[in-house]
């Protein structure tokens, strides 16, 4: 099993849970962040680092995030890693608390 980055990354991308990653196994995109579920040891160190509580156990994964196991896992193979903490998006804040945020995803 692995941990999953779900909708509530979207327009946020904090990256609290990046820095104590013991794998390196986060990956960045223009406005998400995902995790390699390949690369992922399961730890759960990442969890509880997510302001924004985006991020699961893939078995404990709400209903409504399921598909996020395959967008973790596509994305991965396309976005490059990172390995430090950089600043939230500008407008993180403002973007908190919406919901159903999936067609703001921006996958290139």
Do not use: R
């Not at 680092?49 to 991020?55: D, N």
Request: proline share 8%; charged share 30%.
């Amino acid at each position: 099993m692995a941990f999953i980055v779900t909708e509530s990354c979207i327009q946020c991308k904090h990256t609290d849970c990046v820095e104590v990653c013991p794998v390196d196994c986060f990956y960045e995109g223009p406005n998400f962040l995902v995790i390699n579920p390949n690369e992922c040891i399961d730890c759960g160190l990442c969890e509880p680092e997510c302001p924004e509580k985006a991020i699961y156990a893939e078995d404990e994964l709400p209903p409504d995030q399921i598909h996020f196991v395959e967008i973790n896992d596509d994305l991965s193979a396309v976005w490059p890693n990172i390995t430090q903490k950089k600043e939230a998006l500008p407008e993180a804040a403002k973007f908190s608390s919406i919901k159903n945020k999936m067609d703001l995803l921006k996958k290139d």
